[in-house]
Each structure stands twice: as structure tokens, then as C-alpha cells.
């Protein structure tokens, strides 16, 4: 059965603080690390207040320091926002502390408004440079060769440190084909372009020193809870949240909510159901069918879950029945396989 991971955006809930964020961001991947998930990523966004990862390789440090076996990385680091040397020593530092744990994935939106972005003093047109940006990243992972005698990433020289693409659009997968890298979808709030992507990355795919064969990830939303109903109560707070973006607000989660038709119009929720359309969203034998549907429907190597509940009881619970449902999915699988 492919392996499941979490992408985490330590979310702040209403009513708490960053602190207790990241101290939840901890528990939870070290409960995944019991639950056999293969690995635990986060993600850089900025002047959000809702969003605490925004320093994503110190977050990153903090949560392998609190495991012992489950890989940590970036889902991911906005690439633009940075000198890809930076990223290269801090990722070289992150594996020298935990070696064969780190993943780098890498992106080339800014993860924030054009106002944040020029706080970070982000050159308006360094997206464009994200395919060279990219392979600078990747060659201070080389040996040292003497190609480069003047500019050395210490720690970074030599590792083996995983360099995965991630996108949201064809862009992400054209670039991860071309290269022969790993490649990881946000059909978690972006499902629209996800075949095409993965059709593209696949058919298009150049074997590298790095993978031989293409290999994707795919990314969703689960809210597991032990009912239908249960399960949609908490799936909306996720929806408020978007809601919020989408009329130009960043604000904390929410409490979930018994009926968002009393908040908003129905052409916004109907707008919001296509943008959290990649979705598994009800009890344990709901979850499975909707997780099964995608696994057959993208062919994914991996899947890497969120879970956007405002309780982090809740949360756990949720993630500890998507394990269990990835167990059950191993289960059929076998089975099958012995007709």
C-alpha cells in the first residue's frame, strides 16, 4: 500500500497563540511517527495570522528533534523568498543533525500578499528565475568537484538530501519532469489542474541521477471523525477559513460552525467546494471509499494528508483513523492480490 505523510501548517486557532501551535505541530508528528506515516511536512506562508510555520526550517528543526524515525521537511520552502545558498546551509545543517530525515521541497509561489512579498524583499520577477534557481540549490548538495571553487554551502556539501517540486499547475510539473525529480500536488486546495499535472509529469518525465522513475504525491484534505455528520461539523472550519481568503481576510481558524449557510451566499460555498474539492471528509468507511477512489483516479505514489480541524483532540483522532483506513486499504489490497 503507498505510504501516507501530513502536511502541517501549525495552524493558529482562535482563541490560542503560535506557541501552542507548534507545541501541537509536535505532538501531532510524533503520534504519526506511532501511526506509521512516512513523513511529516511544513509550510512557508507569511503575514498570515492563522499560520505559525512561517520560519519553516526551524519548525522543521524543532519537530525532527522531537522524533526519532519519520522524515521532516518543507511542503514547502518558497524558493524566490530566498538565496539558494541560505536554504542549502539550513538544509545542510537540518541533515547534519538528522541525518537521512530531510526533504527539501521547494516551490516558486511567494506564500503571502505583494506587500509581505516585498517585506521579504522579493524581487517582483524572481519567480522567473526559479528554474535556475532551483538547480543552484541542488548543485551545493554536489560533492565538492572544483566546478565551483569560490562558493561553498557549509553544512550542505555532499548530503543526500532530497530535492522534491511542488506546484500547484502545469509549471511544477513541466520543471519536475525536466529535472527527473520527485514531484508533490496541492490538490489539497487546487485540485482543478491535478491530472493534467500528473499526466504531464509522467509523460514527460527524464530519468536522473536523483530518481529513475517519475514519482508523485498527491495532496487532501481528511477530516475523519466517527460519523458523517461529526466529520462535516469539523470540516468547517477549513471552509470558513478559505472563505476568509477568498474575500481578502487571513484570519485565525475557527470554531467549527452546524450551518455555514447562515454565514455565507450560497454561489461563495459553492465556490469554496470546488477549491476543497480534494476532500475525504466523514467517518472511518467514508474516508476509505474516498481515499480509495483517489488512489485509483491519480495512480499516486504517495498521499500526504492535512488535517484542518480546529480541536487538536479532534485533529489526532482524525489522523489516527486515516492510519487506520490505510491499514484496511493494505488489507483489500492483499487480498486482491492473492485472486
Known amino acids: 500500500m503507498i505510504p501516507f505523510s501530513i502536511l502541517d501548517l501549525s495552524s493558529i486557532v482562535a482563541g490560542s497563540t503560535a506557541t501552542q501551535a507548534l507545541r501541537n505541530s509536535l505532538d501531532l508528528a510524533q503520534h504519526a511517527e506511532q501511526w506509521g506515516y512516512n513523513r511529516y511536512w511544513l509550510a512557508e506562508h507569511h503575514n498570515m495570522p492563522g499560520i505559525a510555520s512561517a520560519a519553516t526550517s526551524v519548525v522543521i528543526g524543532y519537530v525532527a528533534g522531537g522524533t526519532k524515525t519519520i522524515r521532516v ?3 514547502g520552502i518558497m524558493l524566490p523568498n530566498h538565496s539558494p545558498l541560505v536554504i542549502a546551509e539550513q538544509f545542510g545543517t537540518l541533515e547534519s543533525l538528522y541525518p537521512g530525515r530531510i526533504d527539501l521541497g521547494v516551490g516558486r509561489a511567494p506564500g503571502s500578499d505583494q506587500a509581505t512579498a516585498r517585506a521579504l ?6 519567480a522567473d528565475s526559479f528554474p535556475q534557481d532551483v538547480l543552484e540549490l541542488m548543485n551545493y548538495f554536489q560533492p565538492d568537484d572544483d566546478t565551483n571553487p569560490y562558493v561553498h554551502a557549509v553544512p550542505g556539501e555532499g548530503l543526500n538530501i532530497p530535492v522534491w517540486i511542488l506546484g500547484s ?48 504525491m498527491v495532496a487532501v484534505n481528511v477530516v475523519a471523525a466517527d460519523t458523517d455528520a461529526e466529520a462535516e461539523r469539523l470540516f468547517t472550519s477549513v471552509q470558513q477559513q478559505f472563505m476568509y481568503i477568498r474575500r481578502g481576510k487571513s484570519i485565525q481558524m475557527q470554531p467549527p460552525v452546524d450551518d455555514l449557510t447562515t454565514l455565507w451566499a450560497d454561489y461563495e460555498l459553492a465556490g469554496i467546494e470546488q477549491v476543497l474539492g480534494c476532500s475525504a471528509v466523514g467517518s472511518p468507511e467514508t474516508v476509505q471509499q474516498a481515499l480509495a477512489n483517489l488512489i485509483t483516479q491519480t495512480q499516486a505514489d504517495e498521499l500526504i494528508l492535512t488535517a484542518p480541524i480546529y480541536d487538536h483532540k479532534a485533529r489526532l483522532r482524525s489522523v489516527e483513523i486515516a492510519a487506520q483506513v490505510r491499514s484496511a486499504l493494505a488489507a483489500q489490497e492483499a487480498v486482491a492480490d492473492l485472486h
Open 73 to 75: 521537511g518543507s511542503g
Open 121 to 126: 524583499r522579493r524581487d517582483p520577477m524572481s
Open 169 to 216: 499547475s502545469l509549471y511544477g510539473a513541466q520543471l519536475a519532469a525536466m529535472l527527473g525529480l520527485p514531484y508533490a500536488f496541492a490538490s489539497h486546495f487546487a485540485p482543478a489542474e491535478l491530472m493534467r499535472a500528473l499526466h504531464m509529469y509522467r509523460t514527460r518525465f527524464k530519468p536522473s541521477a536523483y530518481l529513475a522513475e517519475p514519482y508523485a
